[in-house]
């Protein structure tokens, strides 16, 4: 089969590449041949998806590292860079949300909010920026935010406003960096049933998620897997998405189509 994602060979860091989404991510950019290293929080996890990825037969390392701070965020990335030769692509997916009502949101939890969904965004970028044009390289960067930046987020309005602000510091980096050939692409996913969201859920005594997203009117009437957000990702790093920068692609199973009101009939029909 022909190369046509243009990443065989290629170096590429996935970061949050431990589990769920970033570990689908580094599966499937091993399938389309590129190298990569995996950068988790948790290092055992890094390397157990390194041994994965490894077995596609494409090189990979494991990085641990703590992003949210800037000497973690250029170490993680520097690292990558030296181990990899260079860096081609560097997919991030770190975030986390809390919950809670905007009247109890105190401001150590705001900022731990931005912090875990927007800040590390800034960092790793500008970290992998300065390798891409330091070696006139170009590059490209793709960013996880969440469709609670483009919905009112109800007791997470933190997350949301950081999602929000990670969609467009994603425009500003499209526009600075695009005369170094750096694209910069975001995906917007609803709710993924990856381990950590799958397990909360039933901590709170939901077994069933496909229902509710059925009852809630979403179109494809079930929760998005992991791999369904892989895919988009590795799209916008690949040579098929080569005009396309400073976008976000929403991955919600339609919900953002579906009008809200009339219910099912056509609307100003009568009974």
């Not at 580094?26 to 190298?35: C, E, K, S, Y």
């Not at 800040?119 to 891409?132: C, E, K, S």
């Not at 690949?238 to 976008?247: C, E, I, K, P, V």
Request: hydrophobic share 45%; proline share 4%; no cysteine.
């Amino acid at each position: 089969m022909n190369d046509v994602f243009g990443l065989e060979g290629r170096p590429t860091l996935v970061v949050g590449g431990g589990s769920g989404i970033g570990r689908a991510t580094a599966l499937l950019l091993a399938r389309v041949g590129a190298n990569v290293a995996v950068a988790d929080l948790d290092g055992t996890r890094a390397e157990q998806v390194r041994d994965e990825v490894a077995e596609s037969g494409v090189v990979a390392f494991a990085i641990a590292g703590d992003v949210t701070s800037r000497e973690g965020a250029d170490d993680v990335v520097d690292r990558a860079h030296a181990a990899l030769g260079g860096l081609h692509a560097v997919l991030n997916i770190v975030g986390i949300a809390s919950w809670g009502t905007l009247l109890d949101l105190d401001l150590a939890t705001w900022e731990l909010d931005l912090r875990n969904n927007l800040t590390h965004h800034l960092l790793v970028g500008q970290a992998a920026a300065r390798h891409m044009i330091e070696d006139a390289s170009g590059g490209r960067l793709a960013l996880v935010t969440s469709v609670s930046g483009l919905y009112g987020a109800p007791n997470h309005a933190a997350y949301g406003a950081a999602k929000a602000g990670a969609m467009a510091l994603g425009r500003s980096m499209a526009t600075e960096w695009a005369p170094y050939g750096i694209r910069i692409n975001t995906v917007a996913p609803d709710i993924i049933a990856t381990p950590r969201v799958v397990a909360g859920f039933e901590e709170r005594g939901v077994a069933d998620m496909d229902k509710v997203m059925a009852a809630d009117g979403v179109p494809l009437a079930r929760w998005g897997q992991p791999e369904e957000v892989a895919g988009p990702l590795v799209f916008l790093v690949s040579d098929l998405a080569g005009f396309m920068t400073g976008q976000t692609l929403v991955v919600d199973g339609g919900t953002r189509v579906r009008f809200p009101h009339g219910g099912p009939k056509p609307f100003g029909d009568e009974e």
